[in-house]
């Protein structure tokens, strides 16, 4: 059941006053551009042969949470996945068994005194950031463990598909701030409804990965940590039969019909879509293996 957070809630996380603070945390104005100080030791990326990606924040210290460099970090890596053909699947994780405690606390206390003008082109680094992970061609999986608050939790609504482990903590508590999730809003919404993302915007509760579930922010709910290697390796498999180009031109076609009138304009463009895959060289491999009862060439 949903709650609000209580102090007795943030210590169950294993945290300090501060990182509470963190957990509580907006998802603060970020750089408009990467950043010059950006770094490969904060945001890790690991690929195996077979195209599966791992992309991993990696401040377990301060529990993941978002600074400036860390969001050019994330920004780059998303960018850099937009050109991989090879990539089936990418999982977004958090190192130490925390996903994202949201802002970190310090870069919070130097923002406090920027004007509003400084506010919103930084903010544009946190919209693009969001951006470049929701355009990834390939399926791209939040693997949440610990805590996603904040833009945590809209990282989690930006990817395609989120599992939580069992116990994980959520929360958008922005207005206990005085503040508003605006940049992480269109991907919370879109993943849970305009409804759900009303209650929990203006309560700020605090709920757990069962709750997460029943709204619509992740797909599915492991028992333990243990379970992740095994949907891991699952999914893996299962992306691996289908080709990488239609997986992205089938996340580009949701996009383009979700919230789109059923009229003679938008019949004529999924039939025009369809026709051109037809065509392709993919879709004349993959129809051409299926009538031939062998596998298609990216799936051997």
């Not at 770094?39 to 990326?45: A, F, P």
């Not at 937009?82 to 925390?98: E, K, M, Q, S, Y």
């Not at 915007?201 to 990965?209: H, I, S, V, Y």
């Not at 039939?271 to 299926?290: K, L, T």
């Amino acid at each position: 059941m949903a709650k609000a957070p209580t102090d007795a809630d943030l210590n169950a996380l294993d945290v300090t006053d501060a990182e509470a603070a963190e957990i509580n945390a907006i998802s603060h104005p970020l750089l408009a551009d990467p950043a010059p100080d950006a770094n490969d030791d904060l945001v890790q990326i690991r690929s195996t042969a077979d195209g599966v990606v791992f992309v991993t924040i990696n401040r377990p210290q301060k529990k993941n949470a978002f600074d400036a460099a860390t969001i050019a970090a994330l920004h780059e890596a998303f960018e850099t996945l937009h050109g991989a053909d090879h990539v089936r699947v990418v999982f977004l994780r958090g190192a130490g068994g925390t996903f994202c405690a949201g802002a970190d606390l310090e870069w919070m206390r130097d923002a406090v005194d920027w004007s509003e003008s400084d506010n919103r082109d930084d903010a544009m680094g946190l919209a693009r950031m969001l951006k470049a992970l929701h355009d990834v061609p390939a399926l791209t999986v939040a693997l949440v463990e610990g805590a996603a608050m904040g833009g945590g939790a809209g990282l989690v609504a930006a990817c395609d598909m989120a599992v939580a482990v069992k116990g994980a903590k959520f929360a958008f508590s922005e207005v206990r701030l005085g503040l508003i999730p605006a940049t992480i809003a269109p991907y919370v919404i879109e993943a849970v409804g305009p409804r759900a993302a009303r209650r929990l915007f203006a309560t700020a509760e605090l709920f757990d990965a069962d709750a997460a579930r029943d709204f619509g922010l992740v797909d599915r709910v492991l028992p333990s940590a243990d379970a992740l290697d095994g949907l891991i390796a699952e999914l893996s498999a299962a992306m691996r039969a289908n080709a990488p180009g239609a997986v992205g031109d089938a996340k580009r076609l949701v996009h383009h019909v979700a919230g789109h009138k059923l009229d003679s304009g938008l019949m004529d463009d999924t039939a025009r879509r369809i026709a051109r895959a037809r065509v392709s060289d993919e879709g004349q491999e993959g129809v051409r293996a299926f009538l031939d009862k062998r596998k298609p060439r990216w799936a051997e």
